[in-house]
């Protein structure tokens, strides 16, 4: 069983900067590809980032590649996403995720391969 709690979340002007961060409770953290959602109002909720175990390999959506930088510390038992050059099309409610996926260097991309969910944190970007 693993617990995540996100945090980071605010509001932010349009090429601005936030730091999201998501902490897991529970063992076997460094066993568990990580990765991060988001859903906007009336919007499915939409893949964003993912990490492998290891952290060697990393995975975006096309729309933050070059923005965003997901990373995660295993000694922590912590998973970030920073986001940089906001946008307002940024806003939603961001979730950290946690599934035992495929191997140690596996990136995880589905929802549906996803095993524990986070409550989500508001991002908010004004133009």
């Known amino acids: 069983q693993v617990q995540l709690v996100e945090s980071g979340g605010g509001l932010a002007q349009a090429g601005g900067s936030l730091r999201l961060s998501c902490a897991a409770s529970g063992r076997s953290f460094s066993a568990y590809a990580m990765g991060w959602f988001r859903q906007a109002p009336g919007k499915d909720r939409e893949y964003v980032a993912a990490i492998s175990w290891n952290g060697s390999n990393t995975s975006y959506v096309d729309s933050v590649k070059g923005r965003f930088i997901i990373s995660r510390d295993n000694a922590k038992h912590t998973v970030s996403l920073q986001m940089n050059s906001l946008k307002p099309d940024d806003t939603a409610v961001y979730f950290c995720?946690?599934?035992?996926?495929?191997?140690?260097?596996?990136?995880?991309?589905?929802?549906?391969?996803?095993?524990?969910w986070g409550q989500g944190t508001q991002v908010t970007v004004y133009s």
């Open positions: 995720a946690a599934g035992v996926g495929g191997g140690p260097t596996m990136v995880v991309v589905t929802p549906h391969s996803y095993d524990y």
